[in-house]
T-cell receptor, first 115, second 119 residues
Framework: KAGVTQTPRYLIKTRGQQVTLSCSPI?????VSWYQQTPGQGLQFLFE???????NKGNFPGRFSGRQFSNSRSEMNVSTLELGDSALYLC??????????????FGDGTRLSIL | AQKITQTQPGMFVQEKEAVTLDCTYD???????LFWYKQPSSGEMIFLIY??????QNATEGRYSLNFQKARKSANLVISASQLGDSAMYFC????????????????FGKGTKLSVKP
């Protein structure tokens, strides 16, 4: 079974630009979550999508948005990029059955650098 | 207050020895799940082991085991017979039922412990 695939692996952008990151979950997984990882703040939850609907959201500004398609693939968009948005963005998928014990399976991440 | 506390920013262990990575958590929920992940320098988060709050036995998975002390709210990861490939960041994470609402519940992560295995 293929794992979670994130593209691209690396991105370099400048302040004010916008960026779109992509995530393909494990086949059969319907829940996709996004996390931001920085040295200072660690891993922080951005949002979760299930069946094309956002059903959980972290404490990030509205510049961070996402969506999920009917095939469960998800995209995350960040508009008006700031230097502080430089981070590793991790996507995780799970079956989405609301089972407490279900782990989330992560992709390799997209490393975003803002110049 | 931090929900997940990992007090060891860095740890060294000799190859083939055992090592314990500490994790304490804070929750008022009765039902919750605890996870450990490994993150090599490549960036991918690899799921290692799970412990449920109602599980009576400590979880084990190959060379990984969890020392779960519910009253102390601690869930320490024990890696036996360390290997050079175990060198990585290790994260403790928790999922609370209260996070569910309409969702499965996101994971809350600690800051991590960097483990270095010496040959």
């Amino acid at each position: 079974k293929a794992g979670v695939t994130q593209t691209p692996r690396y991105l370099i952008k400048t302040r004010g630009q916008q960026v779109t990151l992509s995530c393909s979950p494990i086949s059969g997984h319907r829940s996709v979550s996004w996390y931001q990882q920085t040295p200072g703040q660690g891993l922080q939850f951005l949002f979760e999508y299930f069946s094309e609907t956002q059903r959980n959201k972290g404490n990030f500004p509205g510049r961070f948005s996402g969506r999920q398609f009917s095939n469960s693939r998800s995209e995350m968009n960040v508009s008006t990029l700031e230097l502080g948005d430089s981070a590793l963005y991790l996507c995780a998928s799970s079956p989405g059955d609301r089972e407490l014990h279900q782990p989330q399976h992560f992709g390799d991440g997209t490393r975003l650098s803002i110049l | 207050a931090q929900k997940i506390t990992q007090t060891q920013p860095g740890m060294f262990v000799q190859e083939k020895e055992a090592v314990t990575l500490d994790c304490t958590y804070d929750t008022s929920d009765q039902s919750y799940g605890l996870f450990w992940y490994k993150q090599p320098s490549s960036g991918e988060m690899i799921f290692l082991i799970y412990q449920g709050s109602y599980d009576e036995q400590n979880a084990t998975e190959g060379r990984y085991s969890l020392n779960f002390q519910k009253a102390r709210k601690s869930a320490n990861l024990v890696i036996s017979a360390s290997q050079l490939g175990d060198s990585a960041m290790y994260f403790c994470a928790m999922r609370e039922v209260r996070n569910y609402g309409g969702s499965q519940g996101n994971l809350i992560f600690g800051k991590g412990t960097k483990l270095s295995v010496k040959p």
